[in-house]
């Protein structure tokens, strides 16, 4: 034990949160653990009235490193800052030096694809009906071209061209651009077209529900979570889970992150036009070489 953890100020801390707070045991408990454990971390520190900033910032450092996740170094954080602020109402600090206190930045995970037998397993799908041509041809352009979900969702009908195998989104920022479309995705395309005239449609947007009106995005999401059920695929499908895919499987088979980061329509590579040094028949070579599902049916051709 050093002379912070067993310090009075802790307990008084712990009376005051029970007492005055009113907070329930178990959130006085883990409070008085991160602060016996910020104690434990400063040894040489005699007085908690001592302590200056960088010291606590430095213990922050420490935990993170260590491998604290995010949630246990907030409530950490948060310890020792209503701690401090205890401190200066008891007139025991002037100052509290856990104001600007602030946990170091985590690194963002990035979201997980799926592999490509995972993908070709999710899209071979039976087409008996409508509806199972819709999903088929919706999570094939998924893929096929890196589509955002909003970006599907808004799709008209006069947005796609099948014979050129190309679809014109309308992006974050209202930038526009033209993508390639994969020929299986066409050719699923077709086959739900071929449903959608059957149906009592009124609106323009490629893909609508049994009624013939626009599919949702929420009706989208539902439809891509119900068949990674059904295909008893790991882990939750949505639709940036096949645009992460689309990204990382063109990236590894090319290696052309200019090329790929254009295809998804980042704005740090299109900030002042649809494309930078990029061209369309650049980006086509570019997909026709490396997209899984175009080298599938070069092979099939």
């Known amino acids: ?24 045991p178990y959130t006085v408990r ?8 910020v104690g434990e971390l400063l040894p040489d520190v005699r007085r908690w009235e001592e302590i200056h900033y960088q010291q606590l910032q430095g213990v922050l450092a420490k935990l993170h490193r260590q491998g604290l996740s995010p949630r246990s170094l907030s ?11 205890f401190l200066l109402r008891e007139g025991v600090i002037h100052s509290n030096p856990a104001k600007q206190l602030s946990a170091p930045k985590q690194a963002k995970p990035l979201p997980k694809n799926l ?10 799908i039976e087409v008996t009906d409508a509806i199972t ?16 979900l909003a970006e599907l969702a808004a799709l008209d009908l006069q ?39 059957q149906l ?16 949702s995005h929420r009706g989208i999401q539902a439809r891509l979570a119900y068949w990674g059920q059904q295909q008893v695929i790991n882990g939750r499908v949505h639709p940036h889970k096949l645009r992460h895919s689309f990204a990382t499987h063109m990236l590894e088979s090319s290696g052309d992150l200019r090329a790929v980061q254009e295809l998804l ?31 599938k049916d070069k092979q099939r051709d």
């Open 75 to 85: 409530l950490s954080l948060s310890a020792q800052k209503q701690f401090f602020t």
């Open 200 to 215: 009592p449609c009124q609106e323009p947007a490629l893909f609508v529900t049994g009624k013939g009106q626009r599919l």
């Open 159 to 197: 947005d796609m061209d099948l014979k050129q195998a190309q679809v014109r989104v309308l992006g974050k920022g209202s930038k526009e651009r033209l993508l390639p479309v994969g020929s299986i995705a066409v050719n699923a395309i077709n086959v739900w077209l071929s449903y959608r005239r």
């Open 133 to 148: 041509a819709r999903d088929k041809a919706m999570m094939e352009l998924f893929y096929s071209s890196g589509l955002r």
């Open 1 to 24: 034990m050093t002379a912070l953890t067993e310090s009075h100020w802790l307990s008084q801390f712990e009376r005051f949160l029970s007492a005055e707070r009113q907070l329930s």
């Open 115 to 124: 592999d490509t037998d995972s993908v070709s397993h999710l899209l071979d």
């Open 30 to 37: 883990n409070y008085l653990s991160e602060l016996l454990r």
């Open 265 to 295: 329509g980042h704005a740090n590579l299109a900030t002042t036009q649809i494309y930078t040094s990029l061209d369309f028949q650049h980006l086509a070579k570019v997909y026709d070489s490396a997209h899984p599902h175009a080298k």
